[in-house]
């Protein structure tokens, strides 16, 4: 079975500090893995997305996210935040050979502070 | 190119009534996706198709709900004698094939008085 842990409903960070949203994964067989961005009443935004090639994923926005398989984890990060990142961050993954549906982590909220 | 369409964008039901939500995928995706967002929570799988055919229903509650990805047309989430329950953030996504990222609509929010 498949599934996404984030650690950490909430998150705060003053503007300019280190963004650190945590992912946990469980796949049986090796995962794609992604992460998106939802503002305020909007739809879901990709940020960046893991198929097995690097193991450090650069996204948009200044994000990157690194595949620890060891780990089983896929950490969202960005060295400096942003007052506009504030949002609202989901992981999610799906199986890499035949996946159809994701299956999103219960999200984290990002606040920054001015 | 524009984005995956959603319509409404708010849809009030009382309770009983049918409720249908819209979804235009992105031009040249054949493959749609509907989710359900509940407060506080992530988004849950409920169905995926391809043009006419239901490819997975396993997220789906066996009653009262029904979709469809006509050949011409937009793809029509159905929800009928809905409940309180049903309130939530329905959300369309749509790729161009499998195993590829999904690309997601702004969502209807439907309320349930």
């Known amino acids: 079975a498949q599934s996404v842990t984030q650690l950490g409903s909430h998150v705060s960070v003053s503007e300019g500090a280190l963004v650190l949203l945590r992912c946990n994964y469980s796949?049986?067989?090796?995962?794609?893995l992604f992460w998106y961005v939802q503002y305020p009443n909007q739809g879901l935004q990709l940020l960046l997305k893991?198929?097995?090639?690097?193991?450090l994923v650069k996204g948009i926005n200044g994000f990157e996210a690194e595949f620890k398989k060891s780990e089983t984890s896929f950490h969202l990060t960005k060295p400096s935040a942003h007052m506009s990142d504030a949002a609202e961050y989901f992981c999610?993954?799906?199986?890499?050979?035949?996946?159809?549906?994701?299956?999103f982590g219960t999200g984290t909220s990002l606040t920054v502070i001015p | 190119n524009a984005g995956v369409m959603q319509n409404p964008r708010h849809l009030v039901r009382r309770r009983g009534q049918e409720a249908r939500l819209r979804c235009s995928p992105m031009k040249g995706h054949s493959h749609v996706y509907w989710y359900r967002q509940l407060p506080e929570e992530g988004l849950k799988f409920m169905v995926y198709?391809?043009?006419?055919?239901?490819?997975?229903e396993s997220g789906m509650p066996k009653e009262r709900f029904s979709a469809e990805f006509p050949k011409e047309g937009p793809s029509i989430l159905r929800i009928q004698q809905v409940v309180r329950g049903d309130s939530a953030a329905y959300f369309c996504?749509?790729?161009?094939?499998?195993?590829?990222?999904?690309?997601f609509g702004p969502g209807t929010r439907l309320t349930v008085t």
């Open positions: 893991y198929t097995s090639a690097a193991t």
């Open positions: 999610a993954v799906t199986l890499g050979a035949t996946g159809n549906q994701f299956y």
């Open positions: 198709l391809q043009k006419e055919n239901i490819i997975d």
């Open positions: 996504a749509s790729s161009p094939g499998q195993k590829v990222e999904q690309y």
């Open positions: 796949s049986s067989v090796p995962p794609y």
